[in-house]
T-cell receptor
Framework: EAQVTQNPRYLITVTGKKLTVTCSQN?????MSWYRQDPGLGLRQIYY???????DKGDVPEGYKVSRKEKRNFPLILESPSPNQTSLYFC???????????????FGPGTRLTVT | KNEVEQSPQNLTAQEGEFITINCSYS?????LHWLQQHPGGGIVSLFM???GKKKHGRLIATINIQEKHSSLHITASHPRDSAVYIC??????????FGAGTILRVKS
């Protein structure tokens, strides 16, 4: 089954404790991205990756890191989480390497993160 | 002003009603997505449009590039259609920009 998986689905952590949210897709997609969703603000892009070893900042990259060492995986790293990073996070992938949105987007199930 | 505006923000309908959700945008785009987010949080892609009209089951999506406007229609609405519907545009330069979403509740 074609899918994007994220882990963990729920996470409660404390300020400053490094964490990683994993994202994996099994569709051989070149393009992957991370979004956060906050009430009243909608979905905002954090980072995206056009292909292996190619990543770039989205609209709200501060406080986050990513890596793309393999095509299927795109982990999101919070080196020192803060309460303002409490949010619902989505990983997404699509076929296109060139056009971010010109192909169907596949979303992971979401990770609800709470930073106290 | 947001680049992507959706209306209405909230919509309650009776089962069987015809529903329309609107999306207006202020920038040039290469494509537009309609997404559905269920109460559990998962997001599913419904349509990707660059012109004209697409239909899938009871869902119809239209786009007018000149007027910078798209609509999502649901015919014969059902309680299982209750969800948040999100419009997202692909700006030139390939950036994806999302609307705030429309919360739809269909009552039986």
């Amino acid at each position: 089954e074609a899918q994007v998986t994220q882990n963990p689905r729920y996470l409660i952590t404390v300020t400053g404790k490094k964490l990683t949210v994993t994202c994996s897709q099994n569709m051989n997609h070149e393009y992957m991205s991370w979004y956060r969703q906050d009430p009243g603000l909608g979905l905002r892009q954090i980072y995206y990756s056009m292909n292996v070893e190619v990543t770039d900042k989205g609209d709200v990259p501060e406080g986050y890191k990513v890596s793309r060492k393999e095509k299927r995986n795109f982990p999101l790293i919070l080196e020192s989480p803060s309460p303002n990073q409490t949010s619902l996070y989505f990983c997404a992938s699509s076929l296109s390497r060139t056009f971010e949105g010109a192909y169907e987007q596949y979303f992971g199930p979401g990770t609800r993160l709470t930073v106290t | 002003k947001n680049e992507v505006e959706q209306s209405p923000q909230n919509l309650t309908a009776q089962e069987g009603e015809f529903i329309t959700i609107n999306c207006s945008y202020s920038v040039g785009i290469s494509a537009l997505h309609w997404l559905q987010q269920h109460p559990g949080g998962g997001i599913v892609s419904l349509f990707m449009l660059s012109s004209g009209k697409k239909k899938h089951g009871r869902l119809i999506a239209t786009i007018n590039i000149q007027e910078k406007h798209s609509s999502l229609h649901i015919t014969a609405s059902h309680p299982r259609d209750s969800a948040v519907y999100i419009c997202a545009v692909v700006e030139y330069g390939n950036k994806l920009v999302f609307g705030a979403g429309t919360i739809l509740r269909v009552k039986s």
